[in-house]
Nanobody, 125 residues
């Protein structure tokens, strides 16, 4: 599967952005998906994950209550709605997909099989 992330940009603190990740392939609906981010000089970190059905989601504590991950299997697209953005949210955001996911979601980077190219999010203070 190929993943294409979009929707990043420059926004002021307190603002909102919605990231999208469009996927190719007929088996998209069977994949668990995740969003990760990497700030300059830091390791890539988990942001949010969702099960293949969308019935289960999990968000990192740092974004809980501000970010919401969702998916539309009919459109082969996963979303990350980001509200109340903070300067510390500045990073390149990546979407990822995992095969053979069962009914769960996954937070570990190494468990994902496919990665998108990333989209830059910059939050100014």
């Amino acid at each position: 599967v190929q993943l294409q992330a979009s929707g990043g940009g420059l926004v002021q603190a307190g603002g909102s952005l919605r990231l999208s990740c469009a996927a190719s392939g007929r088996t998209f609906s069977s994949y668990a998906l995740g969003w990760f981010r990497q700030a300059p000089g830091k390791e890539r970190e988990f942001v949010a994950a969702i099960s293949w059905s969308g019935g289960s989601t999990y968000h990192a504590d740092s974004v809980k209550g501000r970010f919401t991950m969702s998916r539309d299997n009919a459109k082969n697209t996963v979303y990350l709605q980001m509200n109340s953005l903070k300067p510390e949210d500045t990073a390149v955001y990546y979407c990822a997909a995992r095969r053979n996911s069962g009914s769960g979601y996954f937070t570990e980077i190494l468990t994902y099989d496919y990665w998108g190219q990333g989209t830059q999010v910059t939050v100014s203070s």
